[in-house]
C-alpha cells in the first residue's frame, strides 16, 4: 500500500523560507513522477510544482523562481523548497505521486496522494 508523508510546514513570515518534504512507500520511487499541489480555503486544488523520475520539472507561473523541487531517490523522498513566501502561498500543501515517469501538472494524472502540510504566511 503506497503511502505518502508530508512534513516541514509551518508559520512563517513574508519573504521567509520553508522546505517541505514527502516521504514515499513506494518500491519503485525511482521510476514514478512525484508532484506538489496546493489547496486554500475556499479555493480548488491547484498545481504547485511536479518531477519527473529523470528529474525534469515544471512550476507554477506563481511560483517560478521562488520555489524549487528535488528527489533523493535512495531516501525514497521529495522535497519543495519555497523562497520569498508570499501570504498567497498560504495553503495545506500535498504530495503526489503518478504511476508513471513523466510529470503533469493535471491532478488526474497523479494516483497517490499525502494528507496535507500546513503552510501559513503571515505578513
Known amino acids: 500500500q503506497v503511502q505518502l508523508t508530508e512534513s516541514g510546514g509551518g508559520l512563517v513570515q513574508a519573504g521567509g523560507s520553508l522546505r517541505l518534504s514527502c516521504a514515499a512507500s513506494i518500491r519503485t520511487f525511482s521510476r514514478v513522477a512525484m508532484g506538489w499541489f496546493r489547496q486554500a480555503p475556499g479555493k480548488e486544488r491547484e498545481f504547485v510544482a511536479a518531477i519527473s523520475s529523470g528529474g525534469s520539472t515544471r512550476y507554477a507561473d506563481s511560483v517560478k523562481g521562488r520555489f524549487t523541487t528535488s528527489r533523493d531517490n535512495a531516501k525514497n523522498t521529495v522535497y519543495l523548497q519555497m523562497n520569498s513566501l508570499k501570504p498567497e502561498d498560504t495553503a495545506v500543501y500535498y504530495c503526489?505521486?503518478?504511476?508513471?515517469?513523466?510529470?503533469?501538472?493535471?491532478?488526474?494524472?497523479?494516483?497517490?496522494w499525502g494528507q496535507g502540510t500546513q503552510v501559513t504566511v503571515s505578513s
Open positions: 503526489s505521486a503518478a504511476n508513471s515517469g513523466s510529470n503533469s501538472d493535471r491532478r488526474a494524472w497523479y494516483d497517490y
